[in-house]
Structure formats: structure tokens, C-alpha cells
């Protein structure tokens, strides 16, 4: 039965994307040959050991990917995905991507496992705030004083647990499971196919390029997830 056919008689669809389902968005993923920023990767500032040995280098390039993703609207990637939702009985959308760009798109069921770029926490009381305005410049601070870091999760740092245990769950109860745009290679989020392949999910890939699972998954497809989504998932946007 092709992919169309099972999405119809699953009950449980769930989707993993990455930073490649925004890239036709406008915004550069984290390890294309756009990944760079200045001359650093990402591997470099997203980390405690950065934000705390130079703050505001850190909130520099989160400055700089806010503008980004200030600009950008969803593409027909993140309109299939929310389409499928709707026509799905149960579905969850988990994402790696902090750029808010599934929610503009209409997905409801959403799970963040590494934050959202619009929002901020502070360092010492950990309270919250959201704004899209540039910083210009200033490092953000909280009423009590102390510096706000983006409310995003590093390398080296714990995903926020009720999230990633509910991400697990739905990879272990998807009938068909969807890796969108995603190198694969970041711990946990790319445990999240191979789950779901073990525990009996239909599991399609739509990449551009070959990734860790390319060989296990049941389809494989290295094209644009932009361009071949709505048909693939036979949805209209
Ligand atoms: C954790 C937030 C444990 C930042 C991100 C050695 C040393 C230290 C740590 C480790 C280590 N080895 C492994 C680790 C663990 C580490 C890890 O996996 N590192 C990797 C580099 C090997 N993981 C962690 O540290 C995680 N935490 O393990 O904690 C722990 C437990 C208890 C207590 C304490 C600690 C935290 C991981 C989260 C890190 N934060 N993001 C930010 O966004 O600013 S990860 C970052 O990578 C982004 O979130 C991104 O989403 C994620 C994954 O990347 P992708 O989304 O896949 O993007 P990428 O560019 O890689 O790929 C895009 C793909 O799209 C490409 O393949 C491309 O071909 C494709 N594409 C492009 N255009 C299109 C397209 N596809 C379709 N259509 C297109 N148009
Ligand atoms: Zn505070």
C-alpha cells in the first residue's frame, strides 16, 4: 500500500522535522554549506560554555537568526504538514527547529524539543519572556537584574523531559512516521525514527541528501520537502 494509502487508514501519523523544512523558507540549516555564520558553527555558540564566556557574541548570532526567521513565512513543506493534521485522527508534529514557523503554518499539535527562538529566559529566576524585536545590540536583561539567555536547549543540554518522553511515546505508537529535513545526527530527536521503525511505524524520509537512516527507513526521498509533500501525503494547500 503506498504512502497515501496508509496515512488514510492510520490512525496515529507522527512527523519529526529539522532545520531542511525551513530552508525553503529562507532560513540556513545548521550543517549546509550555509551553516555558517561568520566562522562559526553551530556546535560553537549554541552552548553554556559560550553564552558564558562571551554572551554577547552568543546573542549576536541569535540576533541575526531572529531577523531570519522575522522574515520568513511557512512553505509548502510546513502546509502539508499542517494539512496532514487535519485529515489525521491522532497526529504530532515534533521539531528540532526553534524558528516558530510550524505554528504560522496552522500545526496545533506541536512538540518543541530544543525551545523557540522568540522566547527568553532569565539566568537567575528563570522567568520567561517573548518578543520578536531585535535586540539592537543590548544584551537582554530580567526585572531582577540578571541576564536572559534564549530559552533554547544547547549541546550538553537536557531536552525538557515531558516533552521528549511524549515525542518518544508517539514514535512508539505512529502507524507512520515522517523524518522531515533532518541530518539525523543529533541526539535524541534522531533516536526518534529508529524507535519508531523498531516498534512497527511505516517510516519515510524526505531529505535532501542522505542521512544515518537513509538504509533503514521504508522510503527514502532526497528531494525538497517543499516541493513534494503535498503530493506525496496526497494533501491540498
Ligand atoms: C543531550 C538548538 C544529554 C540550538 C540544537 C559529544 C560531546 C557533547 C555532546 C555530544 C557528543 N556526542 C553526542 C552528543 C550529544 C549532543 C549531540 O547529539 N551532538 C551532535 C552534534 C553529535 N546532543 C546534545 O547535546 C543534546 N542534549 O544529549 O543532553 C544530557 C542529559 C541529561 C543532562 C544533561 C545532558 C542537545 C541537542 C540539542 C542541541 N540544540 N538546537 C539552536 O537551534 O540554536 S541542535 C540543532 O541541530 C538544531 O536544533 C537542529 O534542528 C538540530 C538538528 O539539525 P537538523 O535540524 O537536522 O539540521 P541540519 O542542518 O543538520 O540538517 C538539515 C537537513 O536538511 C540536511 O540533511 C539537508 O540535506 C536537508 N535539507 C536542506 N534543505 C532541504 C532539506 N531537506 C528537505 N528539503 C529541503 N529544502
Ligand atoms: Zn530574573
Same mark, same amino acid.
Given at each position: 500500500?503506498?504512502?497515501?494509502?496508509?496515512?488514510?487508514?492510520?490512525?496515529?501519523?507522527?512527523v519529526?522535522? =529539522?532545520?531542511?523544512?525551513?530552508?525553503?523558507? =529562507?532560513? !540556513?540549516?545548521?550543517?549546509g554549506?550555509?551553516?555558517?555564520?561568520?566562522?562559526?558553527?553551530?556546535e #560553537?555558540?549554541?552552548?553554556?560554555?559560550a553564552?558564558?564566556?562571551?554572551?554577547k557574541?552568543? @546573542?549576536?548570532?541569535?540576533?541575526?537568526?531572529?531577523?531570519?526567521?522575522a522574515?520568513?513565512?511557512?512553505?509548502?513543506g510546513?502546509?502539508?504538514?499542517?494539512?496532514?493534521?487535519?485529515?489525521?485522527?491522532?497526529?504530532?508534529?515534533?521539531?528540532?527547529?526553534?524558528?516558530?514557523?510550524?505554528?504560522?503554518?496552522?500545526s496545533?499539535?506541536?512538540l518543541?524539543?530544543h525551545g523557540?527562538?522568540?522566547?527568553?529566559?532569565?539566568?537567575?529566576?528563570?522567568?520567561?519572556?517573548?518578543?520578536r524585536?531585535?535586540?539592537?545590540?543590548?544584551?537582554?536583561?530580567?526585572d531582577? =537584574?540578571?541576564?536572559?539567555?534564549?530559552?533554547?536547549v @544547547?549541546?550538553? #543540554?537536557?531536552?525538557?523531559?515531558?516533552?521528549?518522553s511524549?515525542?518518544? /511515546?508517539?514514535?512508539?505508537?505512529?502507524?507512520?512516521?515522517? /523524518?522531515?529535513?533532518? /541530518?539525523?545526527?543529533?541526539?535524541?530527536?534522531?533516536?526518534?525514527?529508529?524507535?519508531?521503525?523498531?516498534?512497527?511505524?511505516?517510516?519515510?524520509?524526505v531529505?535532501?541528501?542522505?542521512? !544515518?537512516?537513509?538504509?533503514?527507513?521504508?522510503?527514502?526521498?532526497?528531494r525538497?520537502?517543499?516541493?513534494?509533500?503535498?503530493?506525496?501525503?496526497?494533501?491540498?494547500?
Open positions: 500500500m503506498d504512502l497515501k494509502g496508509r496515512i488514510k487508514n492510520a490512525e496515529r501519523v507522527a519529526l522535522t =529539522g532545520a531542511g523544512i525551513s530552508a525553503e523558507s =529562507g532560513i !540556513p540549516t545548521f550543517r554549506a550555509d551553516g555558517l555564520w561568520k566562522q562559526f558553527r553551530a #560553537e555558540l549554541a552552548t553554556p560554555q553564552f558564558q564566556r562571551d554572551p557574541l552568543v @546573542w549576536e548570532w541569535y540576533d541575526w537568526r531572529r531577523q531570519k526567521c522574515q520568513a513565512v511557512p512553505n509548502p510546513h502546509l502539508a504538514l499542517a494539512e496532514l493534521e487535519r485529515i489525521a485522527p491522532h497526529f504530532t508534529l515534533i521539531t528540532q527547529n526553534v524558528d516558530g514557523l510550524h505554528a504560522l503554518a496552522g496545533k499539535h506541536i518543541e524539543l523557540n527562538i522568540w522566547r527568553m529566559r532569565c539566568v537567575a529566576c528563570e522567568a520567561m519572556q517573548e518578543s524585536e531585535p535586540l539592537g545590540g543590548e544584551l537582554p536583561h530580567c531582577c =537584574g540578571a541576564l536572559m539567555r534564549p530559552d533554547i @544547547w549541546f550538553g #543540554e537536557a531536552l525538557p523531559q515531558q516533552v521528549l511524549e515525542a518518544f /511515546s508517539c514514535a512508539r505508537s505512529a502507524e507512520v512516521f515522517l /523524518s522531515v529535513g533532518t /541530518s539525523a545526527w543529533v541526539m535524541p530527536a534522531c533516536q526518534l525514527p529508529v524507535v519508531a521503525k523498531q516498534s512497527g511505524a511505516y517510516v519515510v524520509e531529505n535532501l541528501e542522505k542521512t !544515518p537512516i537513509s538504509e533503514m527507513v521504508d522510503e527514502a526521498h532526497h525538497k520537502a517543499g516541493e513534494i509533500l503535498p503530493s506525496l501525503l496526497g494533501v491540498e494547500i
